[in-house]
């Protein structure tokens, strides 16, 4: 038998208020075993802290949202939102499922050639296209999704001068109901903005509209706001029929959907009360099937689902590298890993577990990074077991957007595995060096020597 650990007795204040229904500890047992790889293993061979991604917990999600859409609509295409993780490794999970690539800018859509994405499945969407972006896009038959009136006359000018035509859809943001509208991207809906670059679009020869899209926010707690999205595109593709008597061939729902993480202030945790994939699903599917198109007028349905498709596939471990009290009595934990990896931290409260096995004793404590930085703080208020110096946590639920806005500030980004089907563990990051970083450096002759 192992000897206990001895634990300090303390005497500490009663904080009531934070609580849900459930209590306010966030773990009871130790996860010890990622995908069945040992946690104390990966992080003995790659370092701490270390990303780990699951590959069959991205091919389950990405099966059952395909099963929620394809049983309730018959055409049906996924995009990976490259931006939420563009990883070659996680990409590519995503490809050899079927998914097409859903890109922002020219080094993602890079990226996606790169992998091997045919050009005719790459959408392209975002702000900044520069004219040489929209050359390659078209040469290559990409989809490309406007934005705003400026691309749309480039668009027009740069085909004329290829004497090709251009594959596009625009981008229509809209009120649904969830506020603020997210505005800034695209034609709008009400004030007549989408139907008016539709009928530019639907002048200029060079430009073949295949699709409409909308991307109407991120983490929507309410699928309704999905049934009104599709409706008004429906609505757009309704009337580019009577007037123009063209078939839209796409709708582009975008993505957005929540992922069971739980948001900063929200009182019950996230996977009691986001809409399943299957609301959202019925939501579009419902509104479209319903519209009124005929059986073979129907439109291809198109989704960029980033974040739920990959946050509970990626995991953070990391290590204790201190415990102390704050001036105000408060217990403090600092780890080996801040917001310079979890950028998703200031937004959701992760669900964070001890690594090993520990005593009953918890205390309400603060979580700090390893950054010499006051804002480097991981939860202000978490209760978990009394963790000390060495001991190793995991952080669930961090696949989506923690590695595409890490940030290299003070530390350097570490290694990233992916763990496959048959449990081999695979590095598919490798941690940065001060080479990295030297590496896009140049110091001016007259300042490579000093004395002091
Ligand atoms: C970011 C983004 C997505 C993915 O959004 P999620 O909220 O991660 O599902 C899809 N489409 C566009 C245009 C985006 O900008």
Redesign the pocket.
């Known amino acids: 038998m192992t000897k206990l650990t001895y634990e300090r007795p303390v005497i500490q204040k009663l904080n009531t208020g934070t609580m849900n229904k459930f209590g306010s500890r966030t773990e009871y047992t130790p996860v010890t075993h990622i995908e069945g790889v040992s946690v104390k293993s990966l992080m003995a061979d790659y370092g701490s802290p270390l990303f780990v991604i699951s590959e069959p917990q991205i091919r389950r999600n990405y099966q059952s949202a395909v099963r929620a859409f394809k049983t309730r609509y018959p055409k049906v295409q996924f995009a990976w939102?490259y931006?939420?993780n563009y990883l070659n490794a996680v990409c590519n999970v995503f490809h050899q499922e079927g998914a097409w690539a859903?890109v922002?800018s020219i080094f993602e859509y890079q990226k996606a050639i790169k992998n091997g994405v045919p050009g005719n499945k790459i959408i392209f969407?975002g702000p900044d296209k520069s004219s040489d972006d929209l050359r390659t896009a078209i040469n290559n038959h990409s989809l490309i999704h406007i934005d705003h009136f400026d691309e749309l006359y480039m668009l027009i000018e740069i085909a004329q001068e290829l004497k090709t035509k251009a594959t596009i859809a625009i981008r229509v943001n809209m009120d649904t109901g969830i506020y603020p509208i997210w505005d800034r991207f695209g034609f709008n809906y009400e004030n007549g903005q989408a139907w008016n670059a539709i009928n530019k679009i639907m002048s200029a020869p060079e430009l073949e509209l295949h699709g409409l899209h909308c991307?109407i926010g991120?983490?929507m707690l309410s699928a309704g706001a999905y049934a009104t999205a599709a409706w008004k595109l429906c609505d757009l593709a309704w009337n580019v029929k009577l007037k123009w008597n063209h078939m839209i061939q796409y709708l582009d729902l975008?993505?957005?959907?929540a992922s069971a993480n739980t948001l900063k202030g929200s009182y019950l945790q996230g996977s009691d009360i986001i809409p399943s994939t299957e609301d959202y699903a019925d939501a579009i599917a419902t509104t479209i099937l319903n519209f009124g198109f005929k059986p073979d007028e129907l439109p291809m349905l198109f989704l960029?689902?980033?974040?739920?498709l990959i946050d509970d596939a990626g995991y953070l471990l990391g290590s204790v590298l201190a415990t102390k009290r704050l001036s105000d009595g408060r217990r403090a934990t600092i780890m080996d890993f801040g917001v310079n990896l979890l950028f998703t931290a200031f937004w959701y409260n992760h669900k964070i577990s001890p690594a090993q096995e520990f005593s009953h004793h918890t205390e309400d404590m603060v979580l700090y990074g390893p950054l010499c930085m006051n804002i480097d703080c991981i939860r202000e208020s978490i209760n978990l077991p009394l963790l000390s110096k060495g001991d190793q946590v995991v952080v669930h639920r961090v696949g989506?957007y923690n590695m595409t806005q890490w940030m290299q500030f003070i530390q350097m980004r570490p290694n990233v595995v992916m763990v496959d089907a048959k449990q081999k563990v695979h590095l598919i990051r490798t941690k940065e060096s001060i080479d990295t970083m030297l590496r896009y450096e140049l110091v001016p002759e007259h300042l490579e020597q000093f004395k002091l």
């Open positions: 939102s931006k939420t859903e922002v969407n991307h991120t983490f975008g993505g957005g959907f960029e689902t980033g974040r739920s989506a």
